[in-house]
């Protein structure tokens, strides 16, 4: 049972983020660049507050799979590089947390477009 409210919550959470963003591209001049951009900053922000780590614990992959869950993990590999490196660690904390996830993405897309065939419209 609490393995179903955690996906409730989950998904909820990140159900309720996509719906800001559509509505933002429905609602306003906003390109989804400037949007996607802005929910990375947003997720930087509220990370470096310390606001969006409880909403990870609390929503796990609602909040942490969305663009600003990337910000947040940008935000707390900066944290914690500085605390370890100093002002370097400013430069490099954000890139060494989301490796990761950035060298999951190129390799995924690449599949994919290994894969599949894509055709311009």
Do not use: H
Not at 12 to 29: K, M, P, S, Y
Not at 70 to 92: I, P, Y
């Amino acid at each position: 049972m609490e393995l179903l409210i955690d996906c409730l919550k989950a998904f909820a959470t990140g159900g309720v983020l996509c719906a800001i963003g559509q509505a933002l591209i429905d609602r306003t001049a906003l390109t989804p660049a400037r949007i996607l951009t802005s929910y990375v900053v947003a997720g930087v922000i509220l990370g470096a507050a310390g606001l969006y780590e409880p909403l990870v614990e609390w929503a796990g992959a609602g909040a942490s799979v969305p663009l600003t869950g990337f910000g947040n993990t940008l935000a707390k590999g900066v944290r914690e590089a500085v605390a370890e490196q100093g002002v370097l660690g400013a430069f490099t904390g954000g890139l060494t947390a989301a490796a990761g996830g950035i060298a999951a993405a190129i390799c995924f897309g690449f599949l994919a477009a290994a894969v599949f065939n894509p055709k311009e419209k």
